[in-house]
């Protein structure tokens, strides 16, 4: 069975900082990817950043990148110079080769970013 | 041009009502996904169909029935429903052999 585990619930965070949001994984497949989605306050699901198992090097896409640590099972999202629109729900999902290519999300964080 | 479209955004009934909430995807997938997402925000799987073809099916109630008419198609019907029910009701797309699963506007389902 896949697992996927975001200990933080909440963050708060200063504008223009640094943020990084974890996310641990469990699964038994050899092969799977690593998803993150943001999830605003209106309600949408917005795929931010992908990763593969067999990806060399970490996936970035413009601010966001994902610090893939495939040893300690760990995909953690690294946000550089926070936004205000940044505040948002943010899940950590993956999909494995067994499970037909359906999304297991972890629990989600809330982050929040102070001006 | 929106590319996963759910109706209704929102709807609200009483228990032991039957209702439908419709999905379409103009993104020429060929997979579609139904996903709950309850009050604690926790998203999880329901139904997938490739083709047509129910690929996915998550220990669902068997009052949930899902209905894929054509590949840009799923809907999702909901019969004598209980207070549980209540929760944000996501469609998304994709291709089988692909990884971005594009997700619908979702459809907030509130029983009385």
């Known amino acids: 069975a896949q697992k996927i585990t975001q200990t933080q619930p909440g963050m708060f965070v200063q504008e223009k900082e640094a943020v990084t949001l974890d996310c641990t994984y469990d699964?038994?497949?050899?092969?799977?990817?690593l998803f993150w989605y943001k999830q605003p306050s209106s309600g949408e699901m917005i795929f931010l950043i992908y990763?593969?198992?067999?990806?060399?090097q970490n996936a970035t896409e413009g601010r966001y990148s994902l610090n893939f640590q495939k040893a300690r099972k760990s995909a953690n999202l690294v946000i550089s110079a926070s936004q205000l629109g940044d505040s948002a729900m943010y899940f950590c999902?993956?999909?494995?080769?067994?499970?037909?290519?359906?999304?297991?999300f972890g629990q989600g964080t809330r982050l929040t970013i102070n001006p | 041009d929106t590319a996963v479209s759910q109706t209704p955004k929102y709807l609200v009934t009483q228990m032991g009502n039957d209702k439908s909430i419709k999905c379409e995807q103009n993104?020429?997938?060929?997979?579609m996904y139904w996903y709950k997402q309850d009050s604690k925000k926790f998203l999880k799987i329901m139904f997938s169909?490739?083709?047509?073809?129910?690929?996915i099916n998550e220990t669902v109630p068997n009052r949930f029935s899902p209905k894929s008419p054509d590949k840009a198609h799923l809907n999702l019907h909901i019969n004598s429903l209980e207070l549980g029910d209540s929760a944000v009701y996501f469609c998304?797309?994709?291709?089988?052999?692909?990884?971005?699963?594009?997700f619908g506007p979702g459809t907030r389902l509130t029983v009385t």
């Open positions: 699964t038994s497949d050899p092969s799977y990817g």
């Open positions: 990763q593969g198992s067999y990806d060399q």
């Open positions: 169909y490739n083709n047509k073809e129910l690929i």
């Open positions: 999902a993956m999909r494995g080769v067994q499970g037909a290519q359906k999304l297991v």
């Open positions: 993104l020429g997938h060929d997979t």
């Open positions: 998304a797309s994709s291709q089988y052999s692909g990884y971005e699963q594009y």
